[in-house]
């Protein structure tokens, strides 16, 4: 039998047995970051008062630009505001039930929230990995139960694509 470059799935026997592995550890990351969503945007939130007791400049380049400010508050939370300073250290933060992410930060004077740009504030950059990775997993689910075949590249595109996405996801969330 002649080697045929254009595999398919029906054919090619690693690709039936891992694919459903595959599936469920998808649909198992979808559901983390569905929960992480939830308990940023849905479920309630926890007031506290808090005292900020340092932070840093964030810059860009050599231009030195202002990116953002990062703050460190007494009761051991940090979180970001883009291209604008808190100046007073009394603050109410609220946070999320389950992850402990800012979602809210008022001062006496000041609502800063629609500044805040870290954890999954739409102003910040792990939304956006987290949203790119949530449609990059349905797309893959799909693939990968449609009755068509797929090659086996494809395959490999998808695992790879979904894992370079989890740990930019991770990354994010480890640094801001």
Do not use: W
């Not at 939304?127 to 990968?144: E, V």
């Amino acid at each position: 039998m002649l080697h045929n470059p254009k595999r398919y799935s029906s054919e090619n026997e690693f690709i039936i047995k891992n694919k459903n592995v595959i599936i469920y550890l998808l649909c198992g990351i979808a559901f983390f970051v569905l929960i992480t969503f939830a308990d940023y945007y849905v479920l309630p939130t926890s007031k506290t008062n808090d005292v900020i007791t340092h932070y840093t400049l964030v810059t860009s380049g050599k231009s030195k630009q202002k990116v953002s400010y990062h703050y460190f508050t007494q009761k051991g939370l940090t979180f970001s505001t883009a291209k604008e300073l808190i100046e007073e250290s009394n603050i109410v933060i609220e946070t999320s039930l389950l992850f402990k992410f800012v979602t809210k930060i008022k001062s006496q004077t000041k609502n800063y929230t629609n500044s805040l740009s870290s954890g999954l504030s739409i102003n910040g950059i792990q939304f956006y990995t987290c949203l790119i990775l949530l449609f990059s997993i349905g797309i893959s689910i799909k693939i990968l139960l449609s009755k068509t075949g797929f090659s086996e590249n494809t395959f490999y595109n998808i695992v790879c694509f979904n894992s370079f996405m989890i740990f930019i996801c991770f990354y994010m969330g480890y640094l801001f």
